[in-house]
């Protein structure tokens, strides 16, 4: 079983839709988590970083972690063919210095 | 002026080959690391280095030997390349240990 399980889609929705990404994992020491977007040809960036169970909102994007489930979202409102993109979730322990990533989900917003 | 700068951007080349990417950043950052991604977009961690130590090596072949000159520059060699090996390789930096990775735009490497 892999430490962190991420379905890679792709997933294709229409303009304007909500989008909700899914990550799981099995190591209970992972205490900061992370979603990045990759563009094709591109380095992956941060979208969004949260440590504690929750919600955490900006702008379009809202994060959410459930450590109790082993569970964290990514919701992107209002959907733009600009979000088109691989969405990467990652988790990193205490320890640090090993930041463990998703499979990545593949997304296409159509206009 | 880019923060996290690979090169080459491609590289293609024969099994048994050997070949070096290099990697540079000028973010003042302490921490440095190499990903390889796959064909299928799995990205994994290989290395991880602070202050010019390595700190995390994730069981890769000893045919790869990263190499850290300073704090600013992280670089791979790789010997005896095989098909497997073909993937995109990704540098990064990091100000703490479970901080925001920066990543370079990557390295394409394909072995024929």
């Known amino acids: 079983q892999k430490e962190v399980e991420q379905d890679p889609g792709p997933l294709s929705v229409p303009e304007g839709a909500i989008v909700s990404l899914n990550c799981t994992y099995s190591?209970?020491?992972?205490?900061?988590f992370m979603w990045y977007r990759q563009y094709s040809r591109k380095g992956p960036e941060l979208l969004m970083y949260?440590?504690?169970?929750g919600n955490k909102e900006d702008g379009r994007f809202t994060a959410q972690v459930d450590k109790s489930s082993k569970y964290i979202s990514l919701f992107i409102r209002d959907s733009q063919p600009s979000d088109s993109a691989t969405y990467l979730c990652a988790m990193t322990s205490a320890g640090g210095f090993k930041t463990i990533f998703g499979a990545g989900t593949r997304l296409f917003v159509k206009a | 002026d880019t923060a996290v700068s690979q090169t080459p951007k491609y590289l293609v080349t024969q099994m048994g080959n050997d070949k070096s990417i290099k990697c540079e950043q000028n973010?003042?950052?302490?921490?440095m690391y190499w990903y390889k991604q796959d064909s299928k977009k799995f990205l994994k961690i290989m290395f991880s280095y602070n202050n010019k130590e390595l700190i995390i090596n994730e069981t890769v072949p000893n045919r790869f030997s990263p190499k850290s000159p300073d704090k600013a520059h992280l670089n791979l060699h790789i010997n005896s390349l095989e098909l497997g090996d073909s993937a995109v390789y990704f540098c990064?930096?990091?100000?703490?240990?479970?901080?925001?990775?920066?990543f370079g735009e990557g390295s394409r490497l394909t072995v024929l």
């Open positions: 973010l003042g950052h302490d921490t």
């Open positions: 190591n209970s020491a992972f205490q900061y």
């Open positions: 990064a930096s990091s100000q703490d240990r479970d901080g925001e990775l920066f």
């Open positions: 949260t440590y504690s169970s």
